[in-house]
């Protein structure tokens, strides 16, 4: 007892001197218990002095930072927001011009707030609105329907040209010495050679006695680019092609959507050797100055805003296309091609594009398109389409020449020397326009059957941009027997005979034996005959 007496003393001298300090001891519990309940509460102290610590130094810092804030703007107004400084004269005057248009919306904000500053944070919170909607819309597709292009090995045919390039194309149907009828195909913005006429039976070229040629632009697919390319140039290609592959006649040129340009320029450059042109919804310059104002109006009216933009760019801006291409197409994604192609499709056109077939050919398509991976060749597709071509179709009207100037033309338009001659294209020109084609809208064969009257213009009721041209048996079968009537089927083989006299020995000439010529003609249309049905069939 004198010991725990001693020990109670001594604890109430030390609390004299030191003072209360709060802490309570128990007196059942001295001994071991005493460290143990120390070092739980100094353990919860140092946690709570950690956040106590963490808030009061984010406090500092937030004070600090709206100081920091508040000095450089005082530096701002009183070195460079001047009366006298370069940048109030450029940018003050547009800038008051444009605080004074939103003013009325200074009634909705508080009264105790400056419209400045208020502006200042609106700008502020839509930026970063719109930092976080892009953001999530990059998330908006999961990662496993992202499907990454395919480069396929090169597999097309190619030709010389007279500069050095290599220009590809591809052939469809009938052999040359067969084909009664022989077409080259340009392909349209973002495509290939291999498009040509997408879905087309060789059974139905067969049957007609058609031969297909599609070619790749140049620095599309497996062709060389051009350094300096325009209209002209392409009908050059197109020329030099035809001959290379063995079309000696004229042949006929097929063209779709952006690829018409390029069938236009054929029929303004080489007339001589087109024998007619088909044309699946036609594109025009969207520019072009023989276009009225009513027409103009209803042709932009169709097209989406990125559309228009990206025409617009084209026109004025061409260098930032190669930023927007890289971003899309140039990937090395696949995407849809609505947004590939900033197009405003229709119902039927939106039902075509969901089908399996119609995908597995367009991704296909494009992996050959981009190829190359260069953007060049598309932005001089696209600026070749807004730009100065050079020639109208209203050119291509067929007219009587008017005659010369001059005394000399006088006196012979008296005495009845001169000729009638018909300027123009003179072969047919057939164009099928459908009207809910919102890509290529209806206005545009408006335009076309204006300038060309004695083009032969089919409207399709119910048909868009895509539903008439891929993957329609009937609307191809449609296109061939208004162009070249009922089926012949491909020439008959042309066989060489010996028809030098047969002499003996002796010096005599034998006779020829009827019977056995006949049978050898019979043979031949045996034959011919057969052929034929294997092509029908």
Not at 108 to 123: F, G, K, M, Q, T
Not at 203 to 220: H, K, N, Q
Not at 390 to 403: C, N
């Amino acid at each position: 007892m004198a010991d725990v007496n001693e020990s109670l003393s001594w604890r109430e001298n030390v609390a004299s001197v030191v003072g209360d300090t709060g802490i309570q001891y128990n007196s059942s519990s001295y001994g071991g218990g005493i460290g143990v309940a120390t070092a739980a509460e100094m353990k919860g102290n140092d946690a709570e002095n950690w956040k106590f610590h963490a808030v009061e130094f984010a406090k500092g810092f937030a004070e600090m930072s709206v100081e920091f804030g508040k000095g450089v703007r005082d530096v701002l107004k009183q070195s460079v927001i001047k009366e006298d400084s370069i940048l109030v004269r450029k940018v003050g005057v547009p800038c008051y011009k444009v605080c004074r248009k939103l003013s009325f919306l200074n009634e909705y904000l508080p009264e105790d707030r400056d419209p400045a500053h208020a502006w200042s944070v609106i700008i502020f919170v839509l930026f970063l609105a719109s930092a976080v909607l892009i953001a999530s819309n990059d998330n908006v597709y999961p990662t496993s329907l992202v499907k990454k292009m395919h480069i396929h090995p090169p597999s097309a045919s190619r030709i010389l040209l007279p500069d050095g390039r290599h220009l590809a194309y591809h052939q469809q149907g009938v052999p040359a010495e067969l084909a009664r009828f022989s077409m080259i195909a340009p392909h349209s913005f973002l495509s290939s050679r291999l498009a040509g006429i997408p879905g087309i039976k060789t059974s139905l070229l067969e049957e007609y006695g058609i031969r297909l040629v599609t070619y790749d632009l140049p620095g599309f697919g497996e062709s060389d680019p051009h350094p300096s390319r325009n209209l002209e140039s392409s009908a050059m290609d197109m020329l030099h092609l035809s001959y290379a592959v063995n079309v000696t006649d004229k042949f006929w040129v097929v063209a779709y959507s952006g690829g018409s340009m390029h069938a236009w320029a054929a029929l303004r450059y080489i007339p001589d050797r087109i024998a007619g042109a088909v044309m699946v919804a036609p594109m025009v310059n969207p520019y072009e100055p023989k276009i009225t104002k009513e027409e103009k109006s209803k042709m932009w009216k169709k097209w989406t805003t990125k559309r228009k933009t990206m025409y617009i760019l084209a026109r004025k801006f061409p260098r930032l296309l190669p930023y927007f291409y890289r971003r899309s197409f140039l990937s090395g994604v696949h995407g849809p091609i609505e947004t590939r192609l900033a197009l405003s499709l229709g119902i039927r056109d939106k039902a075509l594009l969901e089908h399996p077939s119609f995908e597995e050919f367009w991704q296909r398509d494009l992996e050959e398109s981009v190829r190359q991976k260069n953007a060049k060749p598309f932005v001089e597709e696209a600026v070749l389409q807004v730009s100065n071509w050079g020639f109208s179709p209203a050119d291509l009207k067929v007219q009587r020449k008017r005659p010369g100037k001059g005394i000399l033309h006088w006196i012979k338009s008296l005495y009845g020397q001169t000729e009638e001659i018909l300027t123009g294209f003179l072969g047919q020109i057939h164009v099928w326009q459908g009207m809910e084609d919102m890509v290529v809208p209806p206005s545009t064969s408006d335009f076309l059957q204006r300038v060309l009257p004695d083009a032969m213009v089919h409207r399709l009721l119910y048909e868009g941009h895509f539903t008439y041209f891929y993957f329609c048996d009937e609307c191809h079968r449609h296109i061939f027997s208004t162009v070249f009537g009922n089926p012949q089927g491909p020439l008959a083989p042309e066989l060489e005979a010996d028809q030098s006299p047969i002499q003996n020995d002796d010096g005599e000439t034998e006779d020829t034996i009827l019977s056995d010529v006949a049978t050898d003609e019979e043979n031949v249309s045996s034959l011919v005959i057969s052929d034929k049905e294997d092509y029908i069939d």
